[in-house]
C-alpha cells in the first residue's frame, strides 16, 4: 500500500512538472549567432552566449558587450578609442533568419553602418 501511495505521489509530481513546461509558450529566437548585413556581404556581426560581440567589415572591426534588455530592446558597448565606453541602445526583432536593429540613439549605429540596420543569419 505504501509503495502505491509513494509511486502514485511521484507520477503526480511528474504530471505537474511536465504540465508547467508545456504551458511555457516557445522561446524567442536567439541573438546570438552570426549575423551578415544584407548591404554588404563582408561586414558581419556576431553574438556570443558569454554577452560579448565582434562586428568586422573591411579594413576595420569592432568588439565589445550586450545586453538584452526588456521590450525587446538591445544595449550595445564598446571602448571609445580615447578612453571611455560607448554604448548603443537599439529596438531589435528577429523574424525568421533576419535581425533588425534601429537605433534608438546614434552613439553606436555610425560605427555599425546606419540608424537602421537589417542583418541575415550565417550560422
Known amino acids: 500500500m505504501r509503495r502505491a501511495i509513494r509511486v502514485g505521489g511521484v507520477l503526480f509530481v511528474v504530471l505537474c512538472c511536465l504540465g508547467a513546461v508545456s504551458c511555457v509558450g516557445p522561446s524567442a529566437p536567439s541573438i546570438v549567432g552570426k549575423w551578415q548585413s544584407d ?5 558581419t556581426l556576431e553574438f556570443f552566449s558569454d554577452g560579448t560581440w565582434w562586428e568586422s567589415q573591411p579594413f ?9 534588455l526588456e521590450d525587446g530592446r538591445l544595449q550595445m558597448e564598446t571602448d571609445a578609442l ?3 565606453t560607448k554604448v548603443g541602445t537599439f529596438t531589435y526583432s528577429i523574424s525568421g533568419d533576419r535581425l533588425t536593429m534601429t ?3 546614434t552613439t553606436l549605429a555610425s560605427f555599425l553602418g546606419g540608424d537602421t540596420l537589417v542583418w541575415i543569419r550565417v550560422r
Open 39 to 43: 548591404s554588404s556581404s563582408t561586414h
Open 60 to 68: 576595420s572591426s569592432n568588439s565589445g558587450r550586450y545586453a538584452l
Open 82 to 84: 580615447l578612453g571611455g
Open 103 to 105: 537605433a534608438e540613439n
